[in-house]
Protein backbone atom coordinates (compact mmCIF):
# COMPACT_ATOMS: atom_id res chain seq x y z
CA UNK A 1 0.00 0.00 0.00
CA UNK A 2 1.13 3.46 -0.67
CA UNK A 3 0.47 6.25 0.80
CA UNK A 4 -0.14 10.02 -0.52
CA UNK A 5 0.46 13.63 0.60
CA UNK A 6 -2.86 15.65 0.64
CA UNK A 7 -1.33 18.78 -1.40
CA UNK A 8 0.41 16.45 -4.10
CA UNK A 9 3.83 17.72 -4.19
CA UNK A 10 5.91 14.91 -1.47
CA UNK A 11 7.06 11.41 -2.51
CA UNK A 12 4.55 8.71 -2.32
CA UNK A 13 5.67 6.25 1.08
CA UNK A 14 5.23 3.36 1.85
CA UNK A 15 3.66 2.34 5.36
CA UNK A 16 7.04 2.09 7.18
CA UNK A 17 8.60 5.03 6.36
CA UNK A 18 4.76 6.72 6.87
CA UNK A 19 5.16 5.67 10.66
CA UNK A 20 8.09 7.61 10.96
CA UNK A 21 7.22 10.84 9.33
CA UNK A 22 4.92 13.66 10.83
CA UNK A 23 3.61 15.94 8.03
CA UNK A 24 4.51 15.50 4.53
CA UNK A 25 7.28 17.67 3.20
CA UNK A 26 5.07 19.56 1.19
CA UNK A 27 2.62 20.84 4.31
CA UNK A 28 0.39 17.86 3.76
CA UNK A 29 -0.95 14.64 5.52
CA UNK A 30 -0.13 11.39 4.56
CA UNK A 31 -3.39 9.33 3.76
CA UNK A 32 -3.23 5.96 1.37
CA UNK A 33 -3.90 6.21 -2.34
CA UNK A 34 -6.80 3.64 -1.90
CA UNK A 35 -8.94 2.41 0.42
CA UNK A 36 -9.40 -1.10 1.13
CA UNK A 37 -12.85 -2.14 0.57
CA UNK A 38 -15.39 -5.25 2.11
CA UNK A 39 -18.83 -6.47 0.87
CA UNK A 40 -21.10 -7.44 3.32
CA UNK A 41 -20.31 -11.01 3.32
CA UNK A 42 -16.89 -10.13 4.05
CA UNK A 43 -17.74 -7.96 6.69
CA UNK A 44 -20.31 -10.32 8.67
CA UNK A 45 -17.46 -13.16 8.93
CA UNK A 46 -15.64 -11.08 11.28
CA UNK A 47 -18.95 -11.37 13.33
CA UNK A 48 -17.36 -13.37 15.90
CA UNK A 49 -13.64 -12.32 16.06
CA UNK A 50 -12.20 -11.21 18.88
CA UNK A 51 -11.12 -7.19 19.14
CA UNK A 52 -7.52 -7.96 18.42
CA UNK A 53 -8.61 -10.48 16.03
CA UNK A 54 -10.29 -7.87 14.54
CA UNK A 55 -7.75 -5.49 14.52
CA UNK A 56 -5.27 -7.63 12.80
CA UNK A 57 -7.58 -7.85 9.75
CA UNK A 58 -8.42 -4.30 9.33
CA UNK A 59 -4.42 -3.28 9.92
CA UNK A 60 -2.72 -5.89 7.44
CA UNK A 61 -4.17 -4.13 4.09
CA UNK A 62 -2.33 -0.68 5.77
CA UNK A 63 0.56 -2.67 6.78
CA UNK A 64 0.83 -4.54 3.54
CA UNK A 65 4.31 -6.08 3.29
CA UNK A 66 6.44 -4.12 5.57
CA UNK A 67 5.79 -6.60 8.65
CA UNK A 68 5.38 -10.08 8.08
CA UNK A 69 1.76 -11.11 8.84
CA UNK A 70 2.59 -13.37 11.75
CA UNK A 71 5.14 -10.94 13.65
CA UNK A 72 1.63 -7.90 12.69
CA UNK A 73 -0.20 -10.32 14.87
CA UNK A 74 1.76 -10.92 17.63
CA UNK A 75 2.22 -7.09 18.09
CA UNK A 76 -1.32 -6.63 17.58
CA UNK A 77 -2.70 -8.72 20.16
CA UNK A 78 -0.02 -7.48 22.14
CA UNK A 79 -1.30 -3.87 21.82
CA UNK A 80 -4.72 -4.92 23.61
CA UNK A 81 -3.01 -6.86 26.91
CA UNK A 82 -2.67 -3.92 29.42
CA UNK A 83 -6.75 -3.07 28.89
CA UNK A 84 -8.69 -4.08 31.70
CA UNK A 85 -11.81 -5.49 30.09
CA UNK A 86 -11.77 -8.35 28.34
CA UNK A 87 -14.09 -6.72 25.82
CA UNK A 88 -11.31 -4.55 25.25
CA UNK A 89 -13.74 -1.80 23.84
CA UNK A 90 -17.28 -2.93 25.76
CA UNK A 91 -20.75 -1.50 24.92
CA UNK A 92 -22.87 -0.58 27.38
CA UNK A 93 -27.00 0.23 26.14
CA UNK A 94 -28.09 3.36 28.07
CA UNK A 95 -31.69 3.25 26.16
CA UNK A 96 -34.21 1.41 23.36
CA UNK A 97 -31.35 2.15 20.55
CA UNK A 98 -28.67 3.99 22.61
CA UNK A 99 -24.95 2.67 23.22
CA UNK A 100 -21.57 3.63 25.12
CA UNK A 101 -18.73 2.66 23.44
CA UNK A 102 -16.31 2.43 26.10
CA UNK A 103 -13.33 3.48 25.21
CA UNK A 104 -11.47 4.02 28.81
CA UNK A 105 -10.23 0.82 29.21
CA UNK A 106 -7.14 1.26 28.30
CA UNK A 107 -4.07 1.72 30.83
CA UNK A 108 -4.42 6.04 30.84
CA UNK A 109 -8.18 5.73 30.72
CA UNK A 110 -8.06 7.57 27.28
CA UNK A 111 -9.93 6.19 24.23
CA UNK A 112 -5.45 7.37 22.86
CA UNK A 113 -4.79 4.27 24.20
CA UNK A 114 -6.05 2.01 21.37
CA UNK A 115 -3.83 3.70 19.26
CA UNK A 116 -0.91 4.73 20.72
CA UNK A 117 -0.50 1.06 22.71
CA UNK A 118 -0.34 -0.26 18.92
CA UNK A 119 1.70 2.71 17.88
CA UNK A 120 4.27 2.47 20.65
CA UNK A 121 5.11 -0.84 19.11
CA UNK A 122 5.24 -0.67 15.71
CA UNK A 123 7.75 2.14 15.89
CA UNK A 124 9.63 -0.19 18.60
CA UNK A 125 9.66 -3.03 15.86
CA UNK A 126 10.39 -1.42 12.51
CA UNK A 127 13.70 0.47 14.77
CA UNK A 128 14.64 -2.99 15.86
CA UNK A 129 14.67 -4.14 12.10
CA UNK A 130 16.53 -0.73 11.23
CA UNK A 131 18.58 -0.17 13.55
CA UNK A 132 17.56 2.91 13.68
CA UNK A 133 17.05 5.23 17.10
CA UNK A 134 14.24 8.46 17.15
CA UNK A 135 12.95 10.96 19.18
CA UNK A 136 9.08 11.21 19.81
CA UNK A 137 7.91 14.63 20.55
CA UNK A 138 4.45 15.96 21.22
CA UNK A 139 2.51 18.04 23.23
CA UNK A 140 -0.32 17.88 25.60
CA UNK A 141 -3.06 18.77 27.11
CA UNK A 142 -3.21 15.88 29.20
CA UNK A 143 -4.38 13.13 27.28
CA UNK A 144 -2.10 12.61 24.32
CA UNK A 145 1.08 13.02 26.48
CA UNK A 146 -0.23 10.37 29.42
CA UNK A 147 -1.08 8.00 26.56
CA UNK A 148 1.94 8.42 24.44
CA UNK A 149 4.44 8.07 27.42
CA UNK A 150 2.33 4.39 28.27
CA UNK A 151 2.74 3.41 24.77
CA UNK A 152 6.10 3.76 24.38
CA UNK A 153 7.40 3.10 27.73
CA UNK A 154 9.16 -0.16 26.70
CA UNK A 155 10.22 1.17 23.12
CA UNK A 156 14.40 0.55 23.60
CA UNK A 157 14.67 1.99 20.51
CA UNK A 158 13.49 5.62 21.09
CA UNK A 159 13.34 8.57 23.32
CA UNK A 160 10.32 10.20 24.40
CA UNK A 161 9.52 13.97 25.15
CA UNK A 162 6.59 15.45 26.18
CA UNK A 163 5.76 19.12 26.36
CA UNK A 164 2.57 19.91 29.12
CA UNK A 165 1.19 23.50 30.33
CA UNK A 166 2.73 23.50 34.02
CA UNK A 167 0.25 23.12 36.20
CA UNK A 168 -2.60 22.99 33.50
CA UNK A 169 -2.75 19.41 33.38
CA UNK A 170 -5.24 17.58 34.88
CA UNK A 171 -3.06 16.09 38.64
CA UNK A 172 -4.20 12.87 37.70
CA UNK A 173 -2.53 13.40 34.18
CA UNK A 174 0.81 15.08 35.19
CA UNK A 175 0.98 11.97 37.78
CA UNK A 176 0.06 9.43 34.68
CA UNK A 177 3.44 10.91 32.75
CA UNK A 178 6.01 12.48 35.67
CA UNK A 179 5.87 9.03 37.12
CA UNK A 180 6.98 6.33 34.72
CA UNK A 181 10.04 5.40 35.44
CA UNK A 182 11.91 4.79 32.38
CA UNK A 183 15.19 6.36 31.11
CA UNK A 184 13.96 7.10 27.91
CA UNK A 185 10.91 9.33 29.33
CA UNK A 186 11.46 12.94 29.52
CA UNK A 187 8.95 15.27 30.48
CA UNK A 188 8.52 19.06 30.26
CA UNK A 189 6.53 21.38 32.05
CA UNK A 190 6.57 24.69 30.39
CA UNK A 191 5.34 28.16 32.01
CA UNK A 192 2.46 28.67 29.26
CA UNK A 193 -0.86 27.35 27.89
CA UNK A 194 -0.79 24.18 25.07
CA UNK A 195 -0.49 26.64 22.35
CA UNK A 196 3.01 27.47 23.72
CA UNK A 197 3.83 23.64 23.92
CA UNK A 198 2.77 23.20 20.29
CA UNK A 199 4.29 25.68 19.05
CA UNK A 200 7.85 24.88 20.42
CA UNK A 201 7.22 21.19 18.98
CA UNK A 202 6.11 22.75 15.35
CA UNK A 203 9.10 24.56 15.92
CA UNK A 204 11.16 21.50 16.75
CA UNK A 205 9.91 19.20 14.11
CA UNK A 206 10.20 21.92 11.28
CA UNK A 207 14.21 22.34 12.01
CA UNK A 208 15.66 19.88 13.28
CA UNK A 209 19.24 20.36 13.42
CA UNK A 210 19.37 20.52 17.01
CA UNK A 211 19.11 16.63 17.29
CA UNK A 212 22.38 14.57 17.19
CA UNK A 213 23.59 12.96 14.16
CA UNK A 214 21.02 10.03 12.69
CA UNK A 215 18.12 11.19 14.77
CA UNK A 216 14.83 12.43 13.74
CA UNK A 217 11.75 13.22 14.90
CA UNK A 218 8.74 11.07 14.81
CA UNK A 219 4.54 12.51 15.43
CA UNK A 220 2.61 10.83 17.77
CA UNK A 221 -0.40 13.04 17.22
CA UNK A 222 -2.99 11.88 15.24
CA UNK A 223 -1.37 13.61 11.78
CA UNK A 224 0.56 10.10 12.22
CA UNK A 225 -1.67 7.64 9.90
CA UNK A 226 -1.02 4.60 12.27
CA UNK A 227 -3.01 6.58 14.62
CA UNK A 228 -6.22 6.90 12.32
CA UNK A 229 -5.53 3.17 11.40
CA UNK A 230 -5.81 1.82 14.93
CA UNK A 231 -9.21 3.50 14.98
CA UNK A 232 -11.09 2.27 12.73
CA UNK A 233 -11.04 -0.78 14.25
CA UNK A 234 -13.54 0.20 16.84
CA UNK A 235 -16.25 1.66 14.62
CA UNK A 236 -16.43 -2.03 13.04
CA UNK A 237 -15.97 -3.79 16.55
CA UNK A 238 -19.28 -1.44 17.27
CA UNK A 239 -20.82 -2.04 14.53
CA UNK A 240 -20.61 -5.80 14.20
CA UNK A 241 -21.86 -5.62 17.84
CA UNK A 242 -24.97 -4.11 16.64
CA UNK A 243 -25.97 -6.20 13.95
CA UNK A 244 -23.89 -4.94 11.13
CA UNK A 245 -23.76 -5.18 8.03
CA UNK A 246 -27.20 -6.29 8.63
CA UNK A 247 -28.12 -2.96 10.53
CA UNK A 248 -27.07 0.38 9.78
CA UNK A 249 -25.30 2.15 12.55
CA UNK A 250 -24.83 5.96 14.12
CA UNK A 251 -21.97 7.10 16.00
CA UNK A 252 -21.61 10.57 17.75
CA UNK A 253 -18.22 11.44 18.35
CA UNK A 254 -16.63 14.44 20.98
CA UNK A 255 -13.74 15.95 18.21
CA UNK A 256 -11.18 17.89 18.39
CA UNK A 257 -8.51 17.51 15.88
CA UNK A 258 -10.87 14.75 13.30
CA UNK A 259 -8.89 11.87 13.89
CA UNK A 260 -11.53 10.09 15.58
CA UNK A 261 -14.35 10.94 13.50
CA UNK A 262 -11.97 10.76 10.41
CA UNK A 263 -11.33 7.23 11.73
CA UNK A 264 -15.17 6.24 11.07
CA UNK A 265 -15.80 8.24 8.17
CA UNK A 266 -12.79 5.73 6.44
CA UNK A 267 -14.80 2.72 8.19
CA UNK A 268 -17.58 4.13 6.24
CA UNK A 269 -15.54 4.08 2.72
CA UNK A 270 -14.72 0.85 3.64
CA UNK A 271 -17.66 -0.58 3.72
CA UNK A 272 -19.22 -0.43 7.28
CA UNK A 273 -22.92 0.44 6.77
CA UNK A 274 -22.73 3.97 8.98
CA UNK A 275 -25.87 6.02 8.77
CA UNK A 276 -24.64 8.92 10.40
CA UNK A 277 -21.49 9.89 11.89
CA UNK A 278 -22.62 13.02 14.55
CA UNK A 279 -19.57 15.61 15.20
CA UNK A 280 -19.64 16.49 19.33
CA UNK A 281 -17.74 19.69 19.73
CA UNK A 282 -17.75 22.32 22.81
CA UNK A 283 -18.26 25.90 22.33
CA UNK A 284 -14.53 25.67 19.57
CA UNK A 285 -16.61 24.69 16.93
CA UNK A 286 -15.48 25.45 13.91
CA UNK A 287 -16.39 22.07 12.72
CA UNK A 288 -20.34 22.72 13.26
CA UNK A 289 -20.09 25.67 11.68
CA UNK A 290 -18.43 25.14 8.87
CA UNK A 291 -21.00 21.95 8.25
CA UNK A 292 -24.05 24.09 9.13
CA UNK A 293 -22.55 27.47 6.62
CA UNK A 294 -20.30 26.11 4.62
CA UNK A 295 -17.45 28.30 6.04
CA UNK A 296 -14.50 27.00 7.33
CA UNK A 297 -13.31 29.86 9.58
CA UNK A 298 -11.17 30.29 12.33
CA UNK A 299 -12.47 31.78 15.64
CA UNK A 300 -10.02 32.37 19.19
CA UNK A 301 -9.94 29.60 21.35
CA UNK A 302 -11.88 29.24 24.15
CA UNK A 303 -10.36 27.02 27.18
CA UNK A 304 -12.79 24.95 28.26
CA UNK A 305 -13.70 21.81 30.87
CA UNK A 306 -13.05 19.92 27.78
CA UNK A 307 -9.35 20.44 27.11
CA UNK A 308 -9.14 17.55 24.04
CA UNK A 309 -11.26 19.06 22.23
CA UNK A 310 -10.30 22.88 22.26
CA UNK A 311 -9.01 23.59 18.92
CA UNK A 312 -8.88 26.56 16.51
CA UNK A 313 -8.29 24.46 13.26
CA UNK A 314 -8.34 20.18 13.14
CA UNK A 315 -5.51 19.23 11.49
CA UNK A 316 -7.30 16.16 9.80
CA UNK A 317 -10.10 17.87 8.16
CA UNK A 318 -7.83 18.27 5.66
CA UNK A 319 -7.64 14.71 4.83
CA UNK A 320 -11.61 14.65 4.53
CA UNK A 321 -11.05 17.62 2.56
CA UNK A 322 -8.75 15.34 0.06
CA UNK A 323 -10.92 13.07 -0.20
CA UNK A 324 -14.34 14.84 -1.04
C1 LIG B 1 -8.17 13.35 21.95
C2 LIG B 1 -9.49 13.57 22.56
C3 LIG B 1 -10.55 14.15 21.82
C4 LIG B 1 -10.38 14.64 20.42
O1 LIG B 1 -10.17 13.61 19.51
P1 LIG B 1 -9.75 13.91 18.01
O2 LIG B 1 -9.32 12.61 17.47
O3 LIG B 1 -8.60 14.91 18.09
O4 LIG B 1 -10.92 14.50 17.30
C5 LIG B 1 -11.78 14.30 22.44
N1 LIG B 1 -11.98 13.89 23.70
C6 LIG B 1 -11.01 13.32 24.44
C7 LIG B 1 -11.31 12.92 25.84
C8 LIG B 1 -9.74 13.13 23.89
O5 LIG B 1 -8.77 12.55 24.63
Known amino acids: ?54 AFEIVKPFVDDCIPQEDLRAIVNDSYSDFRHGAIAPLVQIDQNEWVLELFQ ?10 LQMLGRL ?72 DHCQAMVKASFADQSFLPEGRQLVAVNSINWARIMAQIVYYFYAGLALGAPGRKVSFSVPTGNFGDIYAGY ?23 RFVSNNRFEKQELQHTLSPSMDIVISSNFERMLFDG
Not at 19 to 41: C, H, I, N, Q, R
Not at 280 to 287: G, R
Request: with cysteine.
Open 266 to 288: LAKQMGLPIDQLVIATNCNDILH
Open 1 to 54: MKYISTRGKAPALNFEDVLLTGLAPDGGLYVPEKLPTYSAEQIAAWSKLSYAEL
Open 123 to 194: LDYVLERKNQKVVVMGATSGDTGSAAIQGCKRCKNLDIFILHPYQRVSEVQRRQMTTVAGDNIHNIALKGHF
Open 106 to 115: GPTLAFKDFA
